[in-house]
């Protein structure tokens, strides 16, 4: 079944072994090793990820996710989402790896036994110990809050009202004044702050505690492949980010711009849409946190 699972954002089954009691699974290499090595290991002289290829991974991520939530109309409950199961290949090319165990079901929910990791699992699946799509958009919102914190998710060095990045950034996801404390030191500033600002909204979406007031998978990759195709596109003229996603939270608006951008986003003349059954993620008013 492995071996059938196929996209860029996967790393690829090359083969296996099964001889007497060893069960050997070989994986493509992948030469850039863990996000996890880059964000919290990384050796003396190597750069932090810049701002842009952050955002890379993050939309990378989400669409091996989304992926596995559609395949063949069977989707692949896949529990083991975090740092280090993300594999970067040349150019910081994001891959999900660890499918040992992967969860195949038809129904909305698998019950699995609790197979994720503490510290990404949604609050609900830590109870319950059903595997939902929910769950994993909670896990992909903490990978996207470490993506821009540069914190672990658990952090045991870390003070005991730090070290659980969630719980830390909660208080912080409800105050727009207060996002540039979620920042990554070793950024240095080097970020567009309206980008930023966006990313961290979804992230919030993601990590809200009532799984059924989270976005789809679809909508999430919907929204981080905008950001990242608008970062290129600003990058490649020279010009400042524009104000896309939730721009009330950005700067205030009067009400016939905010009318005038419902209503190209409505004609499609903003160039993105999220056709799905949920609250499209790209305009409107943020989903309460």
Known sequence: MLSLLYHPNLVTLIGYCCERDQRLIVYEYMPLGSLENHLF???LGREPLDWNTRMKIASGVA??????EIWRDLPVMFGELRSSNILLDEGY???LSYFGIPKFGNSSHVSTGL???YGYCAPEYAVTGNLTPECKVYGLGVVLLELISGRKAIDKSRSPETCHLVKWAQPILKD???????????????YPVEWLNQAIVIAAMCLHEK???RPTIREVVSALTYIESQQKQCNRRG????SFFYPSLVRKESGLEKE??????ERGSTGYGADSGKQVVGYIEMLEI
Not at 63 to 68: R, T
Not at 176 to 190: A, F, M, N, Q
Request: glycine residues 10%; aromatic residues 6%; positive net charge.
């Open 239 to 242: 010009r400042h980010p524009c």
């Open 63 to 68: 669409k091996g996710l989304e992926y596995l």
């Open 211 to 213: 799984a059924d007031r």
């Open 93 to 95: 090319h994001p891959k």
């Open 260 to 265: 005038r951008k419902k209503g190209e986003f």
């Open 176 to 190: 727009i004044s207060e996002y540039h404390r979620l920042v990554d030191p070793l950024l240095h500033g080097s």
């Open 41 to 43: 290991d990384r050796p």
């Open 115 to 117: 197979v994720g990791t």
